[in-house]
């Protein structure tokens, strides 16, 4: 990346990779951009529009213009220099794979891009991106588990198997669970504990729970949704 980019001061890393390029500063890219930048991570942002990066030059350590399907622009930019780039462009596909071709093309050793449909997706992969997230249809499928009120909080990892957080169900409270049986019997593992009167803690069979305490449970969503039942 550009000199002046390489030596701003660096703040200390909570997430410890080196400096990140995010193209495309909507929704998704800007949200990824600040988390990153909320851990310590330096993060040259890119994207078309004056007024967007106007918004997040103070922000960013870096906040550039430029038209990425142009992969001279890229390069004055230093993007060819970076190990990972975010391309977070979704609804302008032809810009989206034009800028994904670059970055390929360039050699940058990891790339992440952001896909707003499955056609979209295999083109990318097709591309040689290494990493491809489906960041609305995550979503939809997280929100989804949690509209009938008993999960606090959804997360999947594959398509067989994620993790929920909520409530203990009574009939498991003010007892030693077996773990080995809550599993034979529902498919599920209780993994950490976060109690009133402390934090989250892994999850000890001894230990009883209580109505007022949070778990977090794995398995695979349907057998999820059918334990928070019990």
């Given at each position: 990346m550009v000199n002046s980019f390489n030596n701003l001061f660096r703040t200390k890393h909570r997430i410890n990779i080196p400096p990140v390029t995010v193209i495309g500063?909507?929704?998704?890219?800007?949200?990824?951009?600040?988390e990153l930048i909320d851990n310590g991570v330096e993060v040259q942002g890119i994207d078309e529009h004056e007024?967007?990066?106007?918004?997040?030059?103070?922000?960013?350590?870096?906040?550039?213009?430029?038209?990425?399907t142009d992969i001279e622009a890229?390069?004055?930019?230093?993007?060819?220099?970076?190990?990972?780039?975010v391309l977070a462009i979704g609804s302008d596909l032809e810009a989206s794979i034009l800028t994904a071709s670059h970055l390929v093309?360039?050699?940058i050793p990891d790339i992440w891009a952001k896909a707003d449909s499955t056609a979209h997706a295999r083109i990318l992969t097709q591309l040689g991106v290494h990493h491809v997230v489906h960041p609305e249809r995550d979503t939809g499928?997280?929100?989804a588990h949690l509209l009938g009120g008993k999960f606090q909080d959804f997360a999947v990892f594959d398509k067989n198997y994620g993790m929920i957080k909520m409530a203990p169900p009574s009939s498991l409270c003010s007892r030693e669970i077996?773990?080995?049986?809550?599993?034979?019997?529902?498919h599920v593992a209780i993994v950490s504990v976060h109690t009133k009167d402390g934090?989250?803690?892994?999850?000890?069979?001894?230990?009883?729970?209580?109505?007022?305490?949070?778990?977090?449970?794995?398995?695979?969503?349907?057998?999820?949704?059918?334990?928070?039942?019990?």
């Open positions: 500063l909507g929704r998704f890219g800007s949200a990824l951009a600040q007024k967007v990066i106007a918004e997040h030059s103070a922000v960013l350590t870096e906040a550039a213009m430029a038209d990425t890229l390069k004055q930019l230093g993007v060819h220099d970076v190990d990972r780039v093309e360039m050699g499928r997280r929100v077996d773990a080995e049986r809550l599993w034979n019997q529902h934090g989250w803690a892994p999850f000890l069979p001894h230990h009883p729970l209580s109505t007022e305490d949070l778990i977090i449970v794995a398995g695979n969503p349907e057998n999820l949704e059918k334990f928070s039942e019990i």
